[in-house]
């Protein structure tokens, strides 16, 4: 056999440009879907049977389960849906995931792709230099198509010819012919495989090549497909592990789906294979176990005819070649349809036990209980980036959980004011504020980084005007913890120049505090939703912030005539001054949110 290095590589790059193709082509449909795909999940998952069939739809769409799976890990994590509703999007995503599977099956063999591929580029790039960011997408899955299929051509180009070496052949002859053995062992190869390169449908494609060219019998192929099931689990699990205890249980309730699947059909397997070449055979395609016998019967019989197979040497009018043609998407069909009745059986009996897998991996993913304020992120995640468009919402839930943080820090900033000076309680308090001004400066570091990760990813234009805005409201809440804490140590100053408020002074702090606390708890119930923002509670706000601006102007001009009255001393007045501006500040902090809210989410304005 001569097979350089070269060849090698040329296969290697095959399976890359297949692999290249899927990325592409999903991650276009992502960009010019990102909206409504998230729109569908959160409306859609409501019950058993919607979550499955969003699933369905999801996969078969985006071409990819784990870049599915993924996701509903992400949204998990994100709070945008329950444990229960992700585990019945995941069985349909195992559905959905085979429509890959007839693409290449049926487009693959039965027509001749080298055909078209070239002229569907050739229309595709136009769309690249579109200003519409949509078409622009759409241009992105086509050539992404366009891609797969080339990879697939080529892949079956560069697969080295083992009819034409008896060594190689003999290994892989040896290692397929163990009975139940070689049944185990492909299927652990299927698994390893999947988990390398990441994507079922790459192994789906190396192995239907292997299976068509006569290599291995058909239920070995199958089994390979069983194991891809198990391997395509590996990408959301990894996704999972910088997660939260929900992801992680999403993630495992994947795994969970798949071995439980695998398990119940190795104790069947041989009876579920001939029930899959039956209804290949009842739809007129054909039995996909006679490609092997043929190709082998043929080595027996013509050893010439047979090696001549494969070289390109036969004519392609042969009749050989055209009987083989037929029997190669007869095993495609088959092994399409293997891998569908597989997924369908599985989904039809696990989606009654949902409440039981949500309780399984909730004894396998234990809550570890740990203290309350302890910095982690409770939504977002390195991990978690494989579709750009769709983490801007569990972005904008961790900008929420940050804003309620800060929220907490205005009321510990409050309670301070009343704290006896140089007392245990006033120490405990200071230190608290200082450990959550610590946290709030890296809860906005990770929180920024991950935005700006998000936006070197494969976005929209929408999507980077949305991650600009997040941005700065990321920005403006650190700014609000930071006056917090300025109120802290304007205390500290205070206490140590042995400075006293009176009742009027601690009146007035309170009052300032009240307004600043309603403006926040405003801009929080604008935050919990910015898609739908009504324009009452923008209203509300910026009355707050003219409240909040009066009243700092009303006491300032106050605090100048209570020192000159003799009411408090002078230097009372300064440390009061400095609190009143601070909580201002706050103020106008708030009012930069909401004005960035308003700004951005107009559109989405109720």
Not at 34 to 57: E, K, Q, V
Not at 398 to 405: D, F, G, I, S
Request: with cysteine; glycine share 6%.
């Amino acid at each position: 056999m001569n097979y350089t290095f070269f060849d090698f590589l040329a296969l290697l790059g095959s399976v890359c440009l297949f692999l290249y193709g899927m990325k592409v082509m999903s991650e276009g449909l992502q960009k010019a879907a990102g909206d409504r795909l998230r729109n569908i999940l959160s409306a859609m998952t409501r019950n058993r049977f919607t979550g499955t069939l969003t699933g369905i739809a999801i996969t078969a769409l985006i071409q990819s389960s784990s870049a599915s799976t993924v996701m509903v890990v992400s949204f998990v994590n994100a709070g945008l849906m329950t444990l229960g509703q992700s585990m019945a999007v995941i069985f349909g995503a195992n559905v959905g995931t085979t429509f890959t599977a007839w693409i290449i099956a049926l487009f693959g063999f039965k027509v001749d792709t080298s055909v078209f591929i070239l002229p569907l580029i050739a229309c595709s790039v136009p769309l690249l230099f579109s200003k519409r960011s949509r078409t622009k997408s759409i241009g992105e899955f086509l050539i992404g198509f366009s891609f797969l299929f080339m990879g697939l051509n080529m892949i079956s180009n560069y697969v080295p010819d083992l009819q034409s070496n008896p060594d190689m052949f003999a290994f892989l002859e040896r290692y397929a012919s163990m009975g139940y053995l070689s049944v185990l062992l492909f299927l652990f190869v299927g698994i390893i495989v999947t988990a390398i390169i990441q994507s079922s449908a790459a192994t789906f494609a190396i192995v239907l090549i292997m299976c068509t060219k006569g290599w291995i019998t058909f239920d070995l192929g199958c089994a390979v497909v069983l194991g891809s099931n198990i391997g395509t689990t590996i990408t959301p699990l990894l996704a999972s592990m910088s997660g939260n205890v929900a992801a992680k249980r999403t993630a495992m309730g994947h795994l969970l789906f798949n071995m439980l699947g695998v398990l119940w059909t190795m104790c069947v397997f041989y009876p579920f294979v001939n029930l899959n070449v039956w209804i290949t055979e009842a739809m007129g395609q054909g039995n996909p176990e006679s490609l092997f016998a043929f190709v082998n019967n043929l080595e027996a019989t013509d050893p010439q005819l047979y090696n001549s197979l494969f070289d390109g040497s036969l004519p392609g009018e042969h009749p050989v070649l055209a009987r083989i043609a037929t029997m190669q998407f007869s095993v495609s069909f088959g092994m399409s349809m293997f891998h569908t009745v597989f997924n369908l059986i599985n989904l039809s009996i696990m989606i009654w036990l949902t409440g039981v897998y949500v309780k399984i991996v909730e004894k396998l993913v234990p809550v570890k209980h740990k203290e309350d304020e302890e910095f982690q992120l409770k939504f977002i995640s390195g991990g978690l980036l494989s579709a750009s468009e769709l983490n801007i919402a569990q972005a904008e839930k961790e900008m929420t959980v940050y804003a309620q943080r800060v929220n907490r820090m205005i009321s510990m900033a409050e309670s301070l004011i009343h704290a006896k000076e140089k007392s245990e309680e006033f120490s405990q308090l200071f230190s608290r504020l200082e450990k959550y001004e610590e946290i709030s400066d890296r809860m906005e570091i990770e929180i920024a980084n991950y935005l700006n990760r998000c936006a070197e990813g494969r976005l929209s234009n929408e999507g980077k005007l949305h991650i600009a805005a997040m941005l700065n409201i990321v920005s403006e809440i650190e700014s609000i913890a930071d006056s917090c804490f300025g109120c802290a140590k304007i205390l500290l100053r205070k206490q140590e120049s042995s400075v006293e408020f009176d009742e009027l002074i601690y009146r007035n702090i309170d009052t300032m505090f009240g307004y600043v606390k309603e403006a926040m708890a405003d801009m929080l119930i604008l935050l919990g939703d910015v898609e739908k923002v009504r324009e009452v509670d923008i209203i509300r706000s910026y009355n707050k912030e003219r409240e909040i601006n009066n009243l700092r102007n009303q006491l300032r001009s106050n605090n100048v005539e209570n020192i000159n009255n003799r009411v408090y001393e002078y230097q009372s007045g300064i440390y009061y001054m400095d609190i009143i501006n601070d909580l201002e500040k706050m103020g106008d902090y708030i009012i930069n949110v909401v004005d960035t809210i308003r700004d951005h989410f107009r559109r989405h304005a109720i």
